[in-house]
């Protein structure tokens, strides 16, 4: 049996706008290249920091965007890039929500687990 003090609660969050919640989605890896773009001002570093293929990254931003229907960044060429006031406030929100999420998460863990 493990021992209760190696057992921890993990949410895996994302959010989508598609109805069937299978069209592209926002979740903690799209946070963290918001979150480098805020930080470096480039996907392209973000990219690089992050030991990803700038294709990939941006990938994954346009994926994001079209299921949103929004752009969260705008990028500037060699000048780098920057989130849009949507991106920024949808970053906000979705930071708060998964903190909300995982604080309740482990609260309940904690709760339901207690005499595990």
């Known amino acids: 049996m493990a021992d209760e003090k ?8 994302v959010v ?6 299978k069209g592209p989605s926002f979740g903690k890896g799209a946070g963290i290249l918001l979150h480098g773009i805020e930080e470096y001002g480039s996907l392209n570093k973000t990219a690089k920091v992050l030991h990803m293929a700038y294709s990939k990254a941006w990938s994954m931003i346009k994926k994001v965007e079209e299921g949103l ?3 969260l960044i ?8 920057r989130l849009t006031e949507e991106g920024k406030r ?5 930071d708060k929500f998964e903190k909300d999420v995982e604080d309740y998460a482990e609260k309940s863990f904690q709760e339901i687990f207690k005499d595990f």
């Not at 190696?6 to 969050?13: D, E, P, T, W």
């Not at 705008?74 to 890039?81: H, I, L, P, Q």
Request: hydrophobic share 35%; proline share 3%; no cysteine.
């Open 16 to 21: 989508t706008a598609s109805a069937d919640r």
């Open 74 to 81: 705008e990028r500037y060429g060699a000048r780098g890039s």
């Open 6 to 13: 190696n057992l921890h609660a993990q949410v895996k969050l």
């Open 90 to 94: 949808f970053l906000e929100l979705y």
């Open 69 to 71: 229907g929004f752009p």
